[in-house]
């Protein structure tokens, strides 16, 4: 159901921004933007060649008291807007019971790629979670607009439908992309979780090539007496392995289901300290606080550049000079082979259309609800040049082996055994590495 917002009784601070009602005296601010070729267009109507036609609107954005100014504080200006519309969910039967509003922005091309945006949206669906009892927000994008399509991910909002759009302005049909967020909708994550068996995968002998060949890089770096953190240790089959060799670790999950079945196979004898954390925030523990650090789970479900970052800084953080940590990554290309074309989970040409796939490059860009996050080498060489690290090995830990996962499954003890020692022979040739499923990069902490 639709709900007035009367946006000219809000105010909206955010560390770079202030959303406000428009006032009479932003008509040169919303001229200058509005006025550049290819702002307006992306949003469906034509830049604006004159100050009469943003006057005109300026007033109706006034009139009307839907539409916010979005101002940078530190330039103390106008630099964009951001509205709360009627929906199109208020007619769907799936949401028409929810209190939704349809978000639409437009920023300054002088300020794009700076994450504003994306800062303004989350503030508005904050407040209007919290504030205003709206229970869902919808957005939406043109196909062709990569730009506010990565906004709305960042945002955590779950893809709908596609559908046509007509800019009777512009007198061009576009590809629409409708989004939704729900208010307190069940975490996608958590959902896959607790009705996953991560120990029966990595049981199988398609799953122990990935397992053994993670502990076998693992134990290179095992000293005696190390300090030994998982961090995103699911449930547990890393950490209780390295408790078996006489260590201590701190094992530390998200979910509560993985912890309870982690606690439920533990022996008494394993040394583990299981808590439950987020690999974003690891405040609890102190700098510098161990020798080894696993990170073998969390970068597969990470969307953003600044979370990727933040987890990355963590695991850093808490790992001594000259320690060495574990970060496994899942990789696009062998799930673009194995799932797409091969087994046809999902088709490469609508994934295309959606903007999910680049279709020249065939980058992927993921969000919460596609579970994981798909990379490639270069995208986790660009995050880990930020980083004082060195590389000591880039491995990919099954390789082939999801390709022939059957044949893999079928080998009796002394083929499983051939078939080890030639993956392990080839898992860091740089010619291969590239279509494998799950890779390993492991690098030692330096001093800057």
């Not at 991910?153 to 992309?177: C, I, P, W, Y």
Request: net charge negative; proline share 2%.
């Amino acid at each position: 159901m639709d709900i007035f917002i009367d946006v000219s009784k809000i105010i909206i601070e955010t560390e770079r921004l202030l959303l406000r009602a428009f006032e009479e005296s932003d008509l040169d601010d919303f001229f200058a933007y509005a006025s550049v070729l290819g702002v307006g267009e992306k949003a469906g109507w034509p830049h604006h060649e004159n100050i009469e036609t943003s006057r005109w609107i300026l007033r109706s954005f006034l009139d009307e008291k839907e539409v916010f100014a979005v101002y940078h504080k530190a330039d103390r200006k106008v630099i964009g807007s951001l509205g709360l519309h009627k929906s199109w969910a208020n007619e769907d039967e799936a949401y028409k019971h929810l209190k939704v509003k349809e978000i639409g922005y437009v920023l300054s091309k002088n300020y794009w790629g700076q994450r504003l945006m994306p800062e303004a949206v989350k503030a508005v669906i904050d407040y209007g979670f919290n504030t205003l009892g709206v229970e869902a927000f919808t957005c939406g994008h043109f196909s062709v607009n990569a730009e506010s399509r990565r906004v709305i991910e960042k945002n955590g909002f779950r893809f709908v439908k596609q559908s046509e759009f007509h800019a009777k302005q512009l007198g061009q049909t576009f590809e629409d992309m409708k989004y939704i967020l729900v208010k307190d909708a069940p975490n996608p994550l958590a959902n896959f979780y607790n009705n996953y068996d991560e120990n029966g995968r990595l049981m199988a002998n398609h799953g122990q090539v990935e397992f053994l060949t993670t502990m076998r890089y693992i134990e290179q770096y095992l000293k005696p007496g190390a300090k030994v953190i998982e961090i995103g240790a699911g449930t547990g089959r890393y950490s209780r392995a390295i408790a078996d060799k006489g260590y201590s670790v701190e094992a530390v999950e998200l979910f509560p289901h993985n912890i309870d079945i982690f606690k439920e196979n533990l022996k008494p004898e394993q040394n583990i300290n299981i808590s439950q954390g987020n690999a974003l925030d690891l405040t609890t523990f102190a700098d510098s606080s161990f020798d080894t650090t696993l990170l073998l789970g969390p970068m597969y479900h990470l969307y953003t550049e600044d979370d990727k970052r933040q987890a990355m800084s963590e695991a850093i953080r808490v790992t001594k000079s000259s320690g060495v940590v574990f970060a496994a990554y899942c990789i696009s290309d062998g799930s673009l082979i194995w799932s797409g074309f091969q087994r046809k989970l999902f088709s490469i040409a609508d994934y295309i259309k959606r903007g999910k796939i680049d279709p020249v490059t065939f980058d992927t860009f993921s969000v919460p609800e596609d579970i994981f996050e798909l990379v490639r080498k270069e995208e986790i060489d660009r995050l880990m040049s930020g980083f004082a690290v060195e590389r000591l090995h880039y491995v990919a830990t099954d390789l082939f082996t999801n390709y022939m996962r059957t044949a893999v499954d079928e080998m009796d003890d002394e083929t499983f055994a051939l078939y080890m020692r030639y993956h392990f022979a080839i898992c860091e040739r740089a010619d291969m590495v590239g279509i494998t499923h799950h890779s390993l990069d492991v690098f030692r902490k330096i001093m800057p």
